[in-house]
């Protein structure tokens, strides 16, 4: 795309209407994608805007303004360390780190306009400086679930993605996190060994045709009914805490997907992250502290 802000389509000859004619344009896209594109005003046919339904005549000019979204994430406000080749962020609860549709990471202009603020949306609208816009993903090296808060890691070249990849494969990143349970584990500490994998359905649970999945545990209090615990993940499976945590019988608080009590979010919390720097081998750790509304909640329910 050679122009990040706008694209610019010629209709031929029996073109149809305008929603056909531009999934046809962007075969990369999915159609509903297009027509959300439409539906927002993105999409003007010489000059007006028109609906999906718009019949195109040969000759006509059909322009896409590409929609700017992340207007109210200020990433400058989310960055608790900045280096050369990356930084590091704590991401706030209920921010999507991508789109869910895998077509932005061909096509990164699609994280401006699925609907959905994402933090990928932000990097790519407001980088860092020294951030290289050719990085793949936006720079994301792993990433948390949308009710996950905490600490990530954003990579600003691809050199430095792809070493900071090896090493979670190499299982040499580190990670705490914090989460309140429900129930008191009774074991002071303790290490998950139990496989995930998709299953029926494509929920993702505790399964012996699963993939290795460990997770150490060390409970830090344990009061009214709830644990206060720190969750160390071995391995990187998707959702393997909160599987993990739901397998022993104590899910996480706030989980809905796998039983947790209600609360206004998920309370689990990206506490420390740390690694050696695949280029200078020094050590490295970053760690930020728990919401407020995380301890109000942990506070709240054991009152």
């Known amino acids: 795309m050679n122009n990040p802000d706008k694209q610019i389509f010629t209709a031929g000859a029996r073109e149809g209407r305008l929603d056909v004619f531009l999934t046809a344009c962007l075969r990369d896209y999915p159609r509903n994608m297009v027509q959300n594109l439409i539906k927002r005003g993105a999409v003007a046919v010489n000059g007006k805007i028109r609906k999906a339904s718009w019949p195109l005549e040969e000759g006509d000019s059909v322009v896409i303004t590409w929609p700017q979204t992340a207007k109210n994430i200020d990433l400058k406000k989310l960055i608790i360390a900045d280096n050369k080749d990356f930084f590091v962020i704590n991401k706030p609860a209920g921010l999507l780190a991508h789109p869910q549709s895998p077509v932005w990471e061909t096509n990164p202009s699609a994280a401006a306009f699925t ?10 609208a ?29 990579a600003k070249n691809r050199e430095f993605q792809e070493a ?7 299982r040499q990143v580190h990670k705490t996190y914090n989460a309140i349970c429900c129930g008191e584990v009774p ?3 303790g290490v998950i060994n139990v496989p995930i994998g998709r299953v029926t359905g ?3 649970k505790a399964s012996g045709l699963g993939r290795e999945a460990v997770t150490a545990y060390k409970v830090i209090q344990r009061k009214n009914g709830f644990s206060y615990m720190e969750l160390y993940p071995r391995t990187g499976r998707t959702n393997q805490l909160r599987v993990h945590m739901n397998w022993l019988g104590y899910p996480v608080l706030g989980d809905w997907l796998y039983k947790g009590a209600a609360a206004p979010r998920l309370m689990l919390h990206s506490g420390k992250l740390e690694f050696k720097h695949p280029f200078t081998g020094r050590s490295m750790k970053f760690e930020t502290p728990p919401a407020p509304d995380f301890i109000r909640i942990w506070e709240e329910k054991t009152k």
């Open 115 to 124: 609907g959905e603020e994402t933090l990928a949306a932000a990097i790519l």
């Open 126 to 154: 407001a980088p860092p400086k020294g951030f290289d816009p050719q990085t793949p993903r936006a720079g994301l090296v792993h990433r948390l679930d949308r009710e996950t808060s905490g600490v990530m890691l954003i």
């Open 164 to 170: 900071m990849q090896a090493l979670f494969a190499a």
């Open 187 to 189: 074991d002071d500490e």
């Open 202 to 204: 494509g929920k993702i």
